[in-house]
């Protein structure tokens, strides 16, 4: 089992950079395949970027390619997903996923924490 905590959310304008940062409990954290969702206010979660174990991997979802990055840090148990070129319609709470594989994490099974709000304003 794995616990999750967020942070790093926070209010940005159009255009900016955010870093999120998840932070895993356990001694297992570098067996899993890690992933970031969002939820903005009524609509469905949906899926925004995955990683492999490894870090060899990565799966982002179409509408943040080339502006969002994620990454891990196997040793500090940690992944982060680094948002540049924010714009409103990114707004949402972003949630942090552990699952077993990438394929695992895009079905939005697995672990997950409480969430942290981005809120881009125009």
């Known amino acids: 089992q794995v616990q999750l905590v967020e942070s790093g959310g926070g209010l940005v304008q159009a255009g900016g950079s955010l870093r999120l940062s998840c932070a895993a409990s356990g001694r297992t954290f570098s067996s899993y395949a890690m992933g970031w969702f969002r939820q903005a206010p009524g609509k469905e979660r949906e899926f925004v970027a995955a990683i492999s174990w490894s870090g060899s991997s990565t799966s982002y979802t179409d509408s943040v390619k080339g502006r969002f990055t994620i990454s891990r840090a196997n040793a500090k148990n940690v992944v982060y997903l680094q948002m540049n070129s924010l714009n409103p319609e990114d707004t949402a709470v972003y949630y942090c996923?552990?699952?077993?594989?990438?394929?695992?994490?895009?079905?939005?099974?697995?672990?997950w924490g409480q969430g942290t709000q981005v809120t881009v304003s125009s």
């Open positions: 996923n552990a699952g077993n594989s990438i394929t695992s994490i895009r079905s939005a099974s697995g672990y």
